[in-house]
C-alpha cells in the first residue's frame, strides 16, 4: 500500500480508542524555532537543559513537550520569556498551572513526581480555561505538519492563548492529533470544528477520542468503552483500574470490562517514511455492569 500514514489509517478506519500516550502529568515548554525530529533535543533548547530535564522526567509519569504559537516561527537563538504550562491529569487531582520564565533551567527545581502524583508544586498561577495542543512536528512525521498547522493556526486565530502547536505526543497517523489540558485526553483526525467543540465542552467528546493519558492503554479503552453506553459525560466521573478491567463512577456504579489485544491488518505503516507492519489494537469485548 501506498500514501501517507495518516491517509492510510483514515481509510482502513483504524479505531482511535487505546492509542493515547501514557502520562499522568504533561510539562509544555514554550520553544520557537525549528523542531528536530527528537524535539526535546533537536531544538534551540540548550543540550544539557534538554538532557536534564528528561533524565528529571523519566520514570515519574510526566510528559514533557515543546509548544510555539501557531504561525511563522522564527528562528530564535537569544534568551526570551518562555510560557511554561504544567497539567495533572488524574481525576479528582485535574488542574492546569502557567507561569513565564526567563531561564528554563528554574524547571530542574520542580518536584516532577510530586506533579505525576496530582500534587500542586508552585509551578505559577492557576489556568481555569482547557488548553489544546495541535500537534506539527514534522521533522517527526510530515503528516503532523501538513494536516496539523492549519487546524493549529485556525483554532488559534479563534482562540488566543488557548491553542498552541506541540512536539510529537504519538500516533502521527492519527494526524491532526491534539491534546487537551489539563483533562489529557487526546484526539485524532481533528478538523477546526472538532477542536472547537473540544474548547467549548465541559464533558468528553468522544469522537476521534485516543484516550485518557492518565490510563493504561487497555484502561483507556474500557473508560471510553463505558462512556460510549452512557454518553459525554463530565471527565472526573469515571475511574479506572490499572489494567482497565474495572471501571467505576463516582456515584458507586460498577463495570467489568473485558480488553483483548487484537491484531488489525492489513500492513501499513505506521508513520511515514517506516516499514509496513501489522498493527494491534485493544479492543473491549465486553462491558457488564457489576454495581
Not at 513537550?65 to 516561527?73: A, E, K, N, S, Y
Not at 514534522?138 to 488559534?156: E, N, S, T
Not at 489539563?182 to 477520542?209: E, I
Not at 463512577?249 to 487484537?262: C, I, K, L, N, Y
Request: glycine content about 10%; overall charge neutral.
Amino acid at each position: 500500500m501506498s500514501g501517507s500514514c495518516s491517509a492510510l489509517s483514515a481509510a482502513l478506519a483504524e479505531p482511535p480508542a487505546g492509542t493515547a500516550s501514557v502520562a499522568t502529568a504533561w510539562l509544555c515548554v514554550e520553544q520557537p524555532g525549528p523542531w528536530g525530529s527528537d524535539a526535546l533535543r533537536d531544538s534551540h533548547l540548550d543540550d544539557g537543559l534538554a538532557a536534564e530535564l528528561s533524565r528529571h522526567a523519566e520514570g515519574s509519569g510526566v510528559r514533557i513537550v515543546l509548544i510555539r504559537r501557531p504561525g511563522q516561527h522564527a528562528d530564535h537563538h537569544h534568551a526570551q520569556p518562555r510560557q511554561v504550562y504544567l497539567a495533572s491529569t488524574r481525576p479528582g487531582a485535574c488542574w492546569l498551572e502557567s507561569t513565564v520564565l526567563t531561564d528554563p533551567k528554574q524547571l530542574l527545581d520542580l518536584d516532577f513526581h510530586a506533579a505525576a502524583a496530582g500534587r500542586h508544586v508552585g509551578l505559577g498561577s492557576r489556568v481555569e480555561e482547557s488548553l489544546l495542543l495541535v500537534c506539527t512536528n514534522g521533522r517527526r512525521d510530515v503528516c503532523c505538519a501538513v494536516r496539523g498547522r492549519p487546524v493549529a493556526g485556525a483554532l488559534a486565530a479563534a482562540n488566543p492563548g488557548r491553542v498552541w502547536e506541540t512536539t510529537h505526543t504519538g500516533g502521527h497517523r492519527f494526524a491532526p492529533t491534539a491534546v487537551l489540558l489539563p483533562t489529557g485526553y487526546l484526539y485524532g483526525r481533528v478538523t477546526p470544528a472538532d477542536g472547537q467543540r473540544l474548547l467549548d465542552s465541559a464533558d468528553v467528546v468522544l469522537a476521534g477520542n485516543r484516550g485518557r493519558s492518565c490510563w493504561s492503554r487497555p484502561g483507556q479503552v474500557a473508560e471510553l468503552a463505558v462512556r460510549e453506553q452512557h454518553g459525554e459525560l463530565h471527565p472526573e466521573l469515571l475511574s479506572v483500574s490499572p489494567n482497565g478491567a474495572v471501571v467505576t463512577h463516582s456515584d458507586g456504579r460498577e463495570w467489568a470490562v473485558t480488553v483483548t489485544e487484537q491484531p488489525q491488518p492489513p500492513a501499513r505503516p505506521a508513520s511515514c517514511g517506516k516499514s509496513p507492519s501489522v498493527p494491534s489494537a485493544f479492543v473491549a469485548d465486553t462491558v457488564v455492569r457489576t454495581r
